[in-house]
């Protein structure tokens, strides 16, 4: 089955880092843009960046630039979102996406992960 | 980057239609062919419904269309049933960051 796989629920306190993952089943991992989506409580979704696995290009959204990390280990088609410094309003619920478009000026992600709950407090 | 605007939230009785729209700015929606609509249940993961603005991926229902006007986009649904009641966003690129960016969402409700 084609899917995204996201590591389990993270409770954390504040200033620890994270790291999340994603890891694909069923299609040609390498080849797809993954993307990370946040979205805060109670609010919409948020875009990130996201990375290809095949090169570890990444493309960071301004608002994200320098607050989190992304990464990708080919070998066992998992990404991965690194956030340090952690803060209460990270607390959110992060989801992986696979970028579906043949370039980026046709946005959109096709296939997503049910999501990983990090929560931050002290 | 600044998120398109979807009304907060629309209902409606099963078995009529609805239509959510999505409003954006010069140099996404206008600009290029990359509006998507996403469905999303909580607790589950969001689905992509429209790509390319009216596109529909394999399994989506035919009740489910996109469509363009200006620096709008819409999303339809019609002949509602019980099971679309979720949470739906919009998405767009947009050439003021060389990105997407993703609408307030909007909370559907079926009667």
């Known amino acids: 089955e084609v899917q995204l796989v996201q590591s389990g629920a993270e409770v954390k306190k504040p200033e620890e880092s994270l790291k999340i993952s994603c890891k694909g089943f069923?299609?040609?991992?390498?080849?797809?843009?993954i993307g990370w989506v946040r979205q805060l409580p109670g609010k919409g979704l948020e875009y990130m960046g996201m990375?290809?696995?095949?090169?570890?290009?990444?493309v960071y959204s301004p608002s994200f630039q320098g607050q989190v990390t992304l990464s990708a280990d080919k070998s066992i088609n998992t990404a991965y979102l690194q956030l340090s410094g952690l803060k209460a309003s990270d607390t959110a619920m992060y989801y992986c996406?696979?970028?579906?478009?043949?370039?980026?000026?046709?946005?959109?992600?096709?296939?997503w992960g049910r999501g990983t709950l990090v929560t931050v407090s002290s | 980057q600044s998120a398109l605007t979807q009304p907060a939230s629309v209902s409606a009785s099963p078995g009529q239609s609805i239509t959510i729209s999505c409003i954006g700015f010069?140099?996404?929606?206008?600009?290029?062919?990359?509006v998507s609509w996403y469905q999303h249940h909580p607790g589950e993961a969001p689905k992509l419904i429209i790509y390319?603005?009216?596109g529909r991926p394999s399994g989506i229902s035919g009740r489910f269309s996109g469509s363009r006007s200006g620096n709008t986009a819409s999303l339809t649904i019609s002949g509602l049933q019980a099971e679309d009641e979720a949470d739906y966003y919009c998405?767009?690129?947009?050439?003021?960051?060389?990105?997407?960016?993703f609408g307030g969402g909007t909370k559907l409700t079926v009667l």
């Open positions: 390319d603005v009216s």
């Open positions: 990375i290809y696995p095949d090169t570890s290009h990444t």
């Open positions: 069923g299609y040609g991992f390498f080849g797809y843009y």
């Open positions: 996406a696979r970028f579906g478009g043949a370039a980026f000026k046709n946005w959109y992600f096709d296939l």
């Open positions: 998405a767009s690129y947009t050439d003021t960051y060389g990105l997407g960016v």
């Open positions: 010069t140099g996404d929606i206008d600009t290029y062919n990359s």
